[in-house]
Structures are given as C-alpha cells and as structure tokens.
Nanobody, 118 residues
C-alpha cells in the first residue's frame, strides 16, 4: 500500500510556473510507476504525464509536451511535476497516482489545486 500527498499548487498568472510535489509513504517507492492526472470542473480526469519505475522514462499528454516535466527522486520518495508556461486551460485539481503493475493506477493522492489566471 502507498499513501500519496501532493503539494505545490496555487494561483499563478498565465505564463508562470509551478512545481508540484508528491511524497509517497508505504512500500518501496521505486517499484511504482508514478503519474500525474488532472481534473477540471465538469470534466473527466485526464492523464498528464508519467514516469517509469526503472530508467525514468517519461510520457506526456500532447497538451503539456514541452511545458511540463516529470521527475522522480527515489531517495526522497518524491515525484515532481514542473509546470512552465502555464495556460488558463491548465487549471485543474492535479492528482498524483502510483501504479505497481503496468499502468494500473491504484493509489491516489487527495489532489492539489492549480489555478492559472488570464
């Protein structure tokens, strides 16, 4: 079992940056694929980015490529989401998630709000 706690959300102006953090407790952090998802009001939760267990390979939704960067520090049991060039459409609650088996994200944080003003 894994407990996830996100932090770093807030209010920023368009074009600004934020760095989200997700701290994991429980089983060995490095065993998990870690992902970030987001959900805006009235919309479905969508995939943002993920980082693999071993080599740190990454994948991104097209909407954030070139602007967002995911990274992990296994020694700190932490995954990060660096968000640059933020747009109003990036506004959402951002969730950290962990998958032990493939992309079966079974563990989720409570979310952190990101609001980007025009």
């Amino acid at each position: 079992q894994v407990q996830l706690v996100e932090s770093g959300g807030g209010l920023v102006q368009a074009g600004g940056s934020l760095r989200l953090s997700c701290v994991a407790t429980g089983r060995t952090f490095s065993f998990y694929r870690m992902g970030w998802f987001r959900q805006a009001p009235g919309k479905e939760r969508e995939f943002v980015t993920a980082i693999t267990r071993n080599t740190g390979g990454t994948t991104y939704a097209d909407s954030v490529k070139g602007r967002f960067t995911i990274s992990r520090d296994n020694a700190k049991n932490t995954v990060y989401l660096q968000m640059n060039s933020l747009k109003p459409e990036d506004s959402a609650v951002y969730y950290c998630a962990a998958a032990l088996l493939d992309t079966d994200y079974r563990y989720w944080g409570q979310g952190t709000q990101v609001t980007v003003s025009s």
